[in-house]
């Protein structure tokens, strides 16, 4: 691609809030080997598909369920959700699910993809790092632990 015609894609895609023309974006750059503009055009979807308003925490952590969704479908080559973590938000909200996530003895499948993916900041534990009013000391500290243990400088 001409550089001027990857640079106009980019501030395209910094403006665009359409899910459609996003995917549509993502599967033609990936054709033609724009990795950058298809890893450009998949964040920005993550960011317009949440119902919730954005830079709340319901927003961040939605943003994070549709990005390990999103993977998952890619690489399974059908729709995949989030089977435990759809119904549990459902049941005792976001933060409740976010909380107990942290805690757990060890980290989910989610966070480890996310990881190995370069998407650190969609991890629940970085969400809640963003959102800290929401949650009790040890929670932080745990999302900070996980996080520097797989070499994430993360601190409060």
């Known amino acids: 691609m001409i550089e001027n015609a990857k640079v106009r894609a980019l501030k395209?895609?910094?403006?665009?809030?359409?899910?459609?023309?996003?995917?549509?974006?993502?599967?033609?750059?990936?054709k033609q080997g724009e990795e950058e503009i298809?890893?450009?055009?998949?964040?920005?979807?993550?960011?317009?598909?949440?119902c919730e308003k954005p830079g709340t925490f319901e927003h961040d952590v939605w943003r994070s369920i549709h990005a390990l969704e999103g993977t998952l479908t890619e690489e399974r080559g059908k729709t995949t959700r989030l089977g435990r973590t759809r119904p549990k938000i459902a049941r005792v909200g976001e933060q409740e699910t976010v909380r107990d996530l942290i805690l757990?003895?060890?980290p989910s499948e989610g966070f480890h993809m996310l990881i190995d993916r370069h998407l650190s900041h969609l991890t629940f534990e970085a969400v809640a790092l963003r959102h800290?009013?929401?949650?009790?000391?040890h929670v932080l500290d745990a999302a900070v632990r996980r996080l520097n243990s797989v070499d994430i400088?993360?601190?409060?």
């Open 12 to 30: 395209m895609i910094e403006t665009c809030t359409e899910p459609e023309k996003l995917r549509t974006l993502i599967r033609n750059a990936r």
């Open 132 to 137: 800290q009013d929401r949650f009790e000391e």
């Open 104 to 106: 757990a003895d060890k």
């Open 153 to 156: 400088a993360a601190s409060r």
């Open 38 to 50: 298809a890893h450009a055009a998949t964040l920005r979807l993550y960011e317009v598909l949440p």
